[in-house]
C-alpha cells in the first residue's frame, strides 16, 4: 500500500476547502430561511411593469390604498432579493468567521471578498428565478418535474409552485450548496496560494 505524500500547502488548502465548505452547508438553511423575512420570500420573484404595493406585492389595479404608492414589480422583486441575499450573507460570512478563529484558521480579504462574491451574486440570481426557471428546461427537462411537484397550501387555492416542499424549491436549495463548495474551493485557493516553483529545483 502506498500512500500519496502532499506538499504542506495543498494539505492546508484541503483542510480549509473542508472547513469553508461544511460551514456553507451547514449555515445554508439558517441563514437562506431563518434570516429571511417572509415579505422577502413572497416578493423576491416578481417581474414585470404591473403597479403592485411594495408591502405585499398586491395589484394596484385591484385594491386601491391611499397610504402606499405601487411601483413596478419587477423593482419590488429586486429590492426583496436584495434585502434577502444581504442578510444571507451577513449572516454566512458571521458563522464562516467564527468557524475558521475557532480552527485558528486566517482568511486573508480577498478569499472572503471572492466567496462573498460568488454566494451573494449567485444566490441573487437564482432566487430572481428566472435564471432558474431557464436552466431547468435544459437540464433533464426539470421544468416537468417543477410543473407537477406543486404544493396545495389551503383548499381552493392555486397550488404553490415555488415555496418549501415544491421542485422549483428543492432545485433552488440544490444549486446554491453546489455553488456554495465552489465558492469554498475559490476561497481555499486564494487563501492557501501554490508555492512558485523555482525553476531548475526538482518537482
Not at 17 to 27: D, P, T
Request: net charge positive.
Amino acid at each position: 500500500m502506498t500512500t500519496a505524500n502532499f506538499p504542506d500547502r495543498a494539505v492546508e488548502r484541503i483542510a480549509l476547502f473542508g472547513a469553508l465548505a461544511s460551514a456553507f452547508h451547514g449555515s445554508h438553511l439558517w441563514a437562506d430561511r431563518w434570516l429571511q423575512r417572509p415579505k422577502d420570500a413572497v416578493l423576491k420573484g416578481l417581474h414585470g411593469d404591473e403597479l403592485v404595493y411594495p408591502s405585499d406585492g398586491k395589484s394596484a389595479a385591484e385594491v386601491s390604498r391611499e397610504n402606499e404608492t405601487p411601483v413596478p414589480a419587477c423593482v419590488v422583486g429586486r429590492r426583496a432579493a436584495t434585502a434577502h441575499v444581504l442578510t444571507y450573507a451577513a449572516g454566512q460570512l458571521i458563522v464562516t468567521e467564527a468557524v475558521a478563529r475557532i480552527l485558528g484558521l486566517r482568511l486573508p480579504w480577498r478569499a472572503q471578498l471572492a466567496g462573498a462574491v460568488i454566494n451573494f451574486g449567485t444566490h441573487w440570481i437564482i432566487d430572481r428565478r428566472r435564471f432558474l426557471l431557464w436552466l431547468a428546461k435544459r437540464v433533464n427537462h426539470k421544468d416537468t418535474f417543477i410543473a407537477v411537484a406543486t404544493v396545495m397550501r389551503k383548499p381552493d387555492t392555486e397550488p404553490d409552485t415555488s415555496g418549501p416542499g415544491t421542485a422549483l424549491s428543492d432545485l433552488d436549495q440544490g444549486l446554491h450548496k453546489l455553488l456554495g463548495v465552489i465558492a469554498a474551493a475559490v476561497m481555499a485557493h486564494l487563501a492557501v496560494p501554490a508555492r512558485r516553483r523555482v525553476r531548475g529545483t526538482a518537482c
